[in-house]
């Protein structure tokens, strides 16, 4: 009983290190993501008002 409750803590701190990572990885390419757009409609801006 004492080792599936130490196995299962240890998957679960594995899970929270593993979510963390991949929340950070998701905020970064959001951020990317959000310049691109604003590159992008910069261009279309300057394409359409020039």
Same mark, same amino acid.
């Given at each position: 009983? %004492?080792? =599936? %409750?130490? /196995?299962?803590?240890?998957?679960?701190? &594995?899970?929270?290190?593993? +979510? %963390? %990572?991949?929340?950070?990885?998701?905020? /970064?390419?959001?951020? /990317?993501?959000?310049?691109? +757009? =604003?590159?992008?409609?910069?261009? +279309?801006? &300057?394409?359409?008002?020039?």
């Amino acid at each position: 009983m %004492k080792l =599936a %409750k130490e /196995q299962n803590d240890a998957e679960d701190a &594995e899970n929270a290190r593993h +979510r %963390k %990572k991949i929340n950070a990885i998701n905020a /970064q390419y959001q951020g /990317q993501l959000a310049a691109l +757009r =604003a590159q992008h409609a910069n261009g +279309r801006d &300057e394409c359409y008002f020039s």
